[in-house]
C-alpha cells in the first residue's frame, strides 16, 4: 500500500470521530420537535423547557394523532436524521405494527434515545363481581367460560391486548368488548354492562377511591405506590405478567451515535431534577431514564410480546 494511502487509511478514522464529536458539541443547531403521535403530551411538555434552557433551542411539541399514533410515526421515520425531530414512543407502538399496515419498522427506522417513563395498570372489576382476588377471579372465569367480558378502548388499544395477555397466561375464555373510547369503556364498567378492564391507573385510582370499580392487580413489575395494597399480577401468581404504559423518545435511525449520547445525557439530566421528578410523580409516573442500548432491547421485547398476544386475539391487519 503507498505510503499517502496509508496514511489517509489511518488518519481518516479519526477525521471522522473529530467531525462527529464536533457535531455533538454543536447539536442542537435549531429548534427541536417533538411528534407526539396520538398519546398524552404532558411527558415532553415538562421536560421541553428544561431542555430548552440546557440547549439554547426550543423544544416544540407536536401533536400529530390519527390511525392509531402511526401518522405520528411516520412523520419521525422520514425525518433528518440529525436529532432534531423525536417521537415520543409508547407501547401503543409497539401494537400498532400488529394492526395497521405501516410503511416503517420499529427497529429497523428508529434509534433509540431513552425510556422516560411508565405507569401502570390497574386489573379493575365491577364491585358486584364476587372476586376480591385475582385468583378468585381466575376461577370464576373457569367456572363459567365466556361469561365475563372485558372492555377496552378499541381493538388494538392496551387495555384490548392486555386482556389478551391475561387471558392466554391464566388459560380463561375472557370475551372482549372494545369500545369507541377508553372513556366508554370505563363507563360500562362502572354501570356493570362489562365485568372487568385493564384501566391505566391515572383513570382507575379516582374510581378506586370512590368504590365505583374494585382493584385485584397492577400489572408493573412491582406494586404501585398510590394503591400499595394491590399485588402484582406475578405476586398473584400469573407468572411473569408485566405490562406498562411508558414513553420513551426515539430518533429516525441513522442518527449520529454522538447526537443521540447527547440527548441521551441532556434528557436523563432533566428527568432526575427535582422538580420534574416531582411533577412526573404526581401524574402517577416512575421515572426510567434507561441508555439506548437498554431502551433498544426493551423495544424488541415489547414487540414481541405483543405480537404474541395480538396473534392470539385473532384481530386482523386494517
Not at 62 to 67: I, S
Not at 117 to 146: D, N, W
Request: charged share 15%.
Amino acid at each position: 500500500m503507498p505510503e499517502s494511502s496509508l496514511r489517509f487509511f489511518l488518519v481518516a478514522p479519526l477525521l471522522a470521530l473529530a467531525c462527529t464529536a464536533a457535531l455533538a458539541q454543536q447539536y442542537p443547531t435549531k429548534p427541536i420537535r417533538v411528534v407526539v403521535a396520538g398519546s398524552p403530551d404532558a411527558v415532553p411538555r415538562i421536560l421541553g423547557p428544561k431542555l430548552t434552557e440546557s440547549w439554547g433551542q426550543q423544544v416544540v411539541v407536536d401533536q400529530r394523532g390519527g390511525a392509531g399514533g402511526t401518522i405520528g410515526a411516520e412523520i419521525v421515520a422520514r425525518a433528518p436524521a440529525d436529532g432534531h425531530t423525536l417521537l415520543l414512543g409508547t407501547a401503543q407502538h409497539m401494537m400498532n405494527v400488529n394492526f395497521y399496515k405501516v410503511p416503517y419498522d420499529m427497529v429497523r427506522d428508529f434509534a433509540p434515545v431513552t425510556q422516560l417513563a411508565y405507569t401502570t395498570f390497574v386489573l379493575s372489576v365491577h364491585p358486584s363481581l364476587p372476586a376480591r382476588s385475582v385468583k378468585e377471579l381466575i376461577a370464576l372465569a373457569k367456572q363459567k367460560p365466556g361469561a365475563l367480558n372485558f372492555s377496552s378502548g378499541g381493538s388494538g388499544s392496551p387495555a384490548h391486548l392486555i386482556g389478551e395477555m391475561f387471558r392466554v397466561e391464566t388459560g380463561t375464555h375472557l370475551v372482549h368488548v372494545p369500545y369507541k373510547d377508553v372513556a366508554a369503556g370505563v363507563t360500562d364498567l362502572i354501570t356493570g354492562q362489562v365485568q372487568m378492564m385493564f384501566l391505566v391507573s391515572t383513570a382507575a385510582v379516582p374510581q378506586l377511591q370512590a368504590g365505583r370499580i374494585r382493584g385485584l392487580g397492577v400489572t408493573s413489575p412491582k406494586r404501585w405506590p398510590v394503591v400499595p395494597e394491590l399485588p402484582t399480577l406475578n405476586e398473584a401468581g400469573v407468572r411473569g405478567f408485566e405490562a406498562t404504559a411508558w414513553y420513551g423518545f426515539l430518533a429516525p435511525a441513522g442518527t449520529p451515535a454522538a447526537v443521540i449520547g447527547r440527548l441521551h445525557k441532556e434528557v436523563v439530566k432533566a428527568l432526575k431534577l427535582p422538580d420534574v421528578a416531582q411533577r412526573l410523580s404526581n401524574l402517577g409516573l416512575e421515572i426510567v431514564g434507561s441508555s439506548p442500548q437498554e431502551f433498544g432491547e426493551f423495544i424488541k421485547i415489547e414487540l414481541a410480546k405483543w405480537a404474541k398476544y395480538a396473534r392470539a386475539s385473532g384481530a386482523r391487519l386494517e
